[in-house]
């Protein structure tokens, strides 16, 4: 259990300080970039998301699930790079050849060139560094790759800086940031495992790339209905509203995010360590303890940030002052796909990855209806209702498919504790006298709903500590 816990910690370091750092730059960004200016950076941002996930063709998510069988390690990553590297050197060619029509897409208008080539560029980049994060992922190196992360994570920031305090504050500013200083931390990540790319002695698997794309393809679908669900809200804000309202959602979404850092270094460590549970056999109750535990750090941390929302005031400038009543239901998303990170392992392990594009459509058709029916007469508010209840069926069909191949944890502890939260979400909405102790309650209330979690764990933390005085 401690080299457990020393793991998770690990691969925590890297997302919890790197987003401390990405922290400190809300209130400078937001302080001197207005919410529309930071709006079309934040759609640079979504389309870079959403168009890797067509770049890496699932191969990513097959790459991780054959690691543990392959021999040639080396020659598995340089088959695997091989049809995501030529996906992303097309778009850079797309970029260098029709940049106006990109930058249109991206920023509203058309004379963005430099930004626009950077996007091609980026694509290259983010598909070779996906590919060697996953690498030192997979063979467990939890603390160098957190040192990774807060690399990249610190360039960006001193860029911010430099940016705003030397050169100009616009949009700009937050895109050629997170540009340089991600291919800065890419640059040494490509010198450090140099040798992993090494084309010598590289010759094509035909029968492994078979392998890779079969279990791929499926993913690529499920993958892009996940990143469009994620990106929806911003897409119909995009289409229904205004720049100002992304940025005001956008900045928000960076309040949230301290959930997602868990969501991030959670899933680093718990991808490797539930494929080698499940190969070595583990009694259920092993990713039981874990799910519920998950659940009890995840909810009391969303309830954490129902408490303290009115810091968001204090973090962001007064043009961004409605985000308050937004980050609510904005930390339904990291929350619930973290859970369903430990509800949903009957799907990977049985290898039927197609079943992911049920999942997506699951949360994708009602996330669309409502994102219609909220978003053009209540903007970003709307936007953020729409997403946590997608979550919610996302969560739903990732458990129900997973139970159908493997187990079904019982899950009316989590459906609690969600509805509670919404609940609170939904009083968080508006602003009234007595909303510090409805948030208080509603912190209590979930407390109470897994007190047997909380019993479970000062039980075995006091059998821990005593095996560990018998063994002195």
């Known amino acids: 259990m401690n ?30 970039i207005d919410p529309a ?14 168009v890797g996930t067509f770049l890496f063709l699932g191969v990513d998510q097959a790459y991780t699930r054959e690691y543990h069988g392959a021999i040639d390690k080396t020659r598995l990553l340089q088959n695997a ?5 030529g996906l992303a050197l097309l778009v850079l060619l797309a970029a260098l050849l029709y940049p106006s029509p990109l930058s249109q897409l991206l920023f509203g208008r058309q004379g963005e060139l430099l930004p ?6 980026m694509a290259v980049f983010m598909v070779l560094e996906r590919f060697l994060m996953l690498s030192v992922r997979m063979r467990e190196k939890a603390f160098e790759y957190s040192l990774l992360a807060i690399m990249t994570k610190s360039a960006v920031f001193l860029l911010t800086l430099v940016f705003i305090f030397f050169i100009r504050r616009d949009f700009l500013t937050v895109v050629y940031a997170t540009v340089f200083g991600q291919i800065i931390g890419d640059v040494w990540l490509l010198w450090h495992y140099r040798r992993l790319l090494n084309p010598i002695g590289f010759s094509v698997d035909r029968v492994l790339l078979k392998t890779l ?20 809200d911003r897409l119909a804000l995009r289409l229904w ?8 959602f956008s900045a928000t979404l960076k309040i949230a995010a301290v959930l997602s850092v868990f969501q991030s270094g959670f899933t680093s460590f718990w991808v490797p360590t539930a494929y080698r549970w499940y190969s070595e056999d583990r009694p259920v109750i092993y990713f039981k303890l874990v799910s519920d535990t998950v659940l009890l750090a995840m909810s009391l941390l969303a309830a954490g940030i129902f408490l303290f929302k009115g810091v ?21 998303q990291p929350l619930i796909y973290t859970v369903s990170e430990t509800t949903c392992l009957g799907i990977v392990f049985s290898k039927k990855s197609y079943l992911n594009i049920w999942v997506g459509l699951c949360a994708l058709i009602p996330a669309v209806i409502l994102d219609i029916l909220l978003v053009p007469p ?23 498919f997973s139970g159908k191949h493997w187990v079904y944890f019982p899950i009316v502890k989590h459906y609690t504790v969600f509805l509670i939260l919404f609940a609170g979400a939904f009083l968080n909405l508006v602003n009234f006298r007595w909303i510090t102790f409805a948030n208080i309650f509603i912190l209590l209330l979930v407390l109470a709903v897994q007190h047997s979690t909380i019993r479970g764990l000062w039980t075995l933390w006091k059998k821990s500590r005593m095996n560990r005085r018998e063994a002195l």
């Open 3 to 32: 080299k457990l816990i020393k793991k998770l910690i690990g691969f925590s370091m890297g997302p919890i300080i790197g987003a401390l750092i990405s922290f400190m730059t809300i209130p400078i960004t937001t302080y001197y």
């Open 37 to 50: 200016e930071y709006g079309k950076a934040s759609m640079f941002l979504l389309f870079q998301t959403i």
């Open 81 to 85: 790079l091989l049809l995501p590297l």
């Open 116 to 121: 626009t080539i950077l996007f091609g560029v």
């Open 213 to 232: 794309v079969t279990f791929g393809l499926p993913i690529v679908i499920a993958t892009s209905l996940s990143s469009l669900l994620g990106g929806l």
């Open 241 to 248: 509203s205004n720049f100002d309202q992304i940025g005001i």
């Open 312 to 332: 968001i005031v204090f973090l962001l400038s007064s043009h961004y002052s409605s985000a308050r009543y937004l980050v609510c239901f904005l930390c339904m």
């Open 378 to 400: 209540f903007g970003a508010k709307g936007a953020a209702i729409a997403t946590a209840v997608a979550f919610l069926f996302f969560f739903a069909a990732r458990t129900f």
